[in-house]
């Protein structure tokens, strides 16, 4: 079951974490761990700055979490990330035993939760993890949108100088 008000709150908290990302010439993607009430990891994307094709912000926030309880299993956290999660992440958060994923924006071309592959629903994988999509999924896109739609512009410029 969904906690809308919770689900919003933690929501917004990747959001203003993804502008980080944003800030750093990264794509703006942020993710929050939650164990009963708590932040207790969080990550935005830094694979560019990084060098590190690993440092998505789901990876980068179930390291933190990982960390801070001592155990890579974290059975009683909820993620909560700013777009749908690609295959190497949903890998991650299964590995981790996440009991709730709560992404915004759907990834048509990469999700792997819903759009494409629906990794959490394979029987293969011996953890469930409960997912609840599209929450403040048009604030999410639009986060999106817009960084690329200034990338294009920035690229548009440097061309007719």
Not at 12 to 19: D, F, G, I, K, T
Request: charged share 25%.
């Amino acid at each position: 079951m969904s906690d809308l008000p919770e689900d919003e709150r933690w929501m917004r908290y990747a959001l203003a974490l993804s502008e980080r990302a944003r800030d750093a010439g990264e794509v703006p993607v942020a993710a929050v761990i939650v164990q009963k009430g708590e932040v207790i990891g969080e990550g935005w994307n830094q694979p560019i700055s990084g060098c590190d094709p690993t440092a998505h912000a789901e990876v980068i926030a179930l390291r933190a979490a990982a960390k801070k309880v001592s155990n890579y299993r974290l059975p009683e956290c909820d993620m909560y990330v700013t777009i749908e999660p690609c295959t190497m992440c949903v890998g991650a958060i299964i590995h981790a035993r996440i009991r709730r994923l709560v992404f915004g924006a759907f990834e048509p071309k990469a999700g792997a939760v819903v759009s494409q592959l629906q990794l959490c629903e394979q029987p293969l994988y011996n953890h469930r993890v409960e997912v609840t999509s599209g929450v403040l999924a048009q604030e999410c896109s639009q986060a999106i949108s817009d960084f690329f739609k200034a990338r294009r512009a920035e690229k548009k410029a440097l061309k007719h100088r």
